[in-house]
């Protein structure tokens, strides 16, 4: 017998709004009659540029900018049609990126 699963991976540079969509994204599958598991925090990824203020002169005066990255796996059993609708005509937050995958599990 198998099954199917959907994988969905929500990224942010903000954690409250990604908070609010992965909120909404249980509702919405909830709501459908689907299973949620999770959401999962993945690790944050921190990327760290350091600017010079001077070429020349202050050349050892530095600016570091940060940029975090935050991310939540989610994963969604008993899938039907309708999830897979209400997912597609998903309003998120500006700012947020999903990436859905359709996993095949074969149990005996």
């Known amino acids: 017998m198998s099954s199917t699963k959907i994988?969905?991976?929500i990224y942010s540079f903000d954690n409250k709004v990604l908070e609010e969509a992965v909120k909404k994204?249980?509702?919405v599958v909830i709501k459908a009659g689907g299973k949620v598991i999770g959401p999962v925090p993945l690790k944050t990824k921190n990327r760290v540029i350091a600017i010079h203020r001077s070429t020349f002169v202050?050349?050892?005066?530095?600016d570091k900018l940060e940029q975090r990255t935050y991310k939540r796996l989610i994963d969604i059993t008993n899938v039907n049609t309708d999830i897979i609708n209400s997912l597609s005509t998903?309003?998120?937050p500006a700012g947020v990126d999903i990436s859905i995958e359709?996993?095949?599990t074969e149990s005996k």
Do not use: A, E, M, P
């Not at 202050?58 to 530095?62: F, G």
């Open 25 to 27: 994204l249980i509702q």
């Open 90 to 92: 998903l309003s998120l």
């Open 7 to 9: 994988r969905v991976k």
């Open 102 to 104: 359709t996993l095949n």
């Open 58 to 62: 202050y050349s050892k005066h530095i």
